[in-house]
């Protein structure tokens, strides 16, 4: 019988580890069989307090791994299979064994969507990226273009005028599914432009992002857009599969957490970082929530004593 299972290997994940670990609680923690989370593919980190001069995604990453194995969290690189959290203890299915766990923290984190180009892929980190407020810095001065057309389309394009000298925002359609005020503020911006009715075909530069190659869906003409950045900004999908219709989930499939809590709809079970996080998805208030996930579990835990 566990005290408690973490379920994730990002900030979260690995802040929840340390925290319990610390508190004599044992954790253990499934990783899946690629720890880390969205920052093993992102390059320099400017922005987590405490790198005066930045770190790699990944260091930082190994560095909260080493962390919670200090404190002598378990540290399991395995995929979760399945959880009943119908009953208590809940059971936790991995590699077709079933762990028994008093509490659960879920710390499974979202991806970002992208549109599947082997280019798109191979240039992560290098030019393509999926967070304005991550990378921005990085393009002063620069010519960005971005695939969007909701409201946190426009909202990461203006925010990345702080930085570039063009935003070209291209769109399938020839109007924005954003809000009408959104779409004021973006249209209004003298340095965002619209290429409308087309799409990415492919991402092009060796090394790093040189431009993009798009086809005009109505005329099906193909052209290329020279640009230093190429940034998504077409939603993101939280990793919750495991938990539809156990917990309650918002429209777009994040967990549900009481206000100022990481509480579930089920009583000691915590979610943490991006998997209830569409809002702020930063490594930082990642690793912040997975503080509160595990001081939550702790204080749950001496109550059921």
């Known amino acids: 019988m566990e005290n408690v299972i ?19 609680l044992n954790p253990m923690v499934f990783e899946g069989y690629q720890y880390g989370g969205q920052l093993m593919t992102t390059t320099e980190i400017e922005n987590f307090p405490g790198f005066e001069e930045g770190i790699q995604g990944p260091d930082l990453m190994s560095g909260m791994r080493e962390q919670a194995k200090r404190f002598q969290a378990r540290l399991v690189q395995k995929d979760v299979e399945s959880v009943n959290l119908s009953q208590l203890p809940f059971q936790v299915v991995v590699d077709g064994e079933t762990y028994e766990t008093k509490t659960l ?30 990378d921005g810095f990085f393009y002063r001065e620069k010519e960005i273009a971005m695939v969007g057309g909701g409201d946190s389309a426009m909202e990461e394009a203006i925010f990345l005028t702080k930085f570039a000298s063009k935003v070209s925002i291209i769109h399938r359609r020839d109007q924005l599914r954003a809000s009408k005020i959104m779409q004021e503020r973006a249209l209004k911006n003298p340095k965002i432009a619209f290429v409308w009715n087309s ?106 004593e």
Do not use: W
């Open 6 to 24: 973490i379920i994730g290997s990002g900030p979260a994940g690995l802040t929840a580890a340390i925290y319990t670990a610390r508190a004599n």
């Open 105 to 134: 923290i879920i710390a499974t984190g979202a991806n970002a969507k992208m549109l599947g180009l082997p280019s798109e892929k191979r240039l992560i980190g290098r030019g393509v990226s999926t967070c304005a407020t991550c």
């Open 199 to 304: 799409v990415v075909e492919d991402v092009l530069g060796a090394e790093k992002v040189e431009g993009v190659r798009l086809r005009n869906v109505k005329t099906n003409e193909v052209s290329a857009l020279r640009c230093d950045g190429f940034f998504l900004a077409i939603g993101h999908a939280p990793n919750t599969a495991l938990f539809e219709g156990q917990l309650e989930l918002d429209e777009q499939k994040y967990i549900i957490t009481k206000p100022k809590s990481t509480a579930t709809s089920v009583p000691g079970v915590f979610a943490a970082g991006d998997v209830q996080d569409s809002k702020y998805r930063q490594a930082i208030t990642a690793a912040g929530t997975g503080c509160m996930a595990a001081l939550e579990t702790e204080r749950y835990l001496e109550a059921q």
